[in-house]
């Protein structure tokens, strides 16, 4: 027949799935949420971060009804951002207003899906740059530069780290 056969690899081998990569912890190792949070602090902390006098007051996205509530939320999306720099390299503004848009409500119309501010990702961008943590990348759009991947594999290991030790004190408590 014309159908090719194909041999059985048989079983793979566990070590292939179990074996952890070599050079420490990395952001890929921890959870998302933790490591924006942590990075955030990182960055108001450090007061190098430029933060626009317009943060206060404005909207994150067409669609939405208010500012943030939380007064740290430039910090936070900032780090966000960092991170989606890091895991795909060359993503530029239009693509992260993708990414943190959302549906707008258009009352008894159907609901559609709206990009987020561009100002806001762009100026954040270019905050971040200034710190020499991301740059332009040559191909259009940013790329993670050598400080920024260090001073995020940095607080990704401070991260796991921290969560290693919550997991030690739960397992002496019981």
Known sequence: SNM????????????IYKEKHVGGTTLKDVDSQLWVREFAAFLKKSGKLPLPAWTDIVKTATFKELPPQDADW??????????RVYLRQGVGCGALRKVYGGRMNRGSAPSHHRPASASVIRKA??????LKMIAKHPDGGRMITSQGRKDADRIAAQVMSSR???????????
């Open 4 to 15: 090719a056969t194909f041999q059985s690899l048989g079983p793979i081998p566990e070590h």
């Open 125 to 130: 961008l270019k905050g971040l740059e200034d």
């Open 164 to 174: 290693q030790a919550q997991a030690q004190d739960q397992e002496t408590e019981e």
């Open 74 to 83: 430039y910090y936070i999306r900032s780090a966000a951002l960092l991170r």
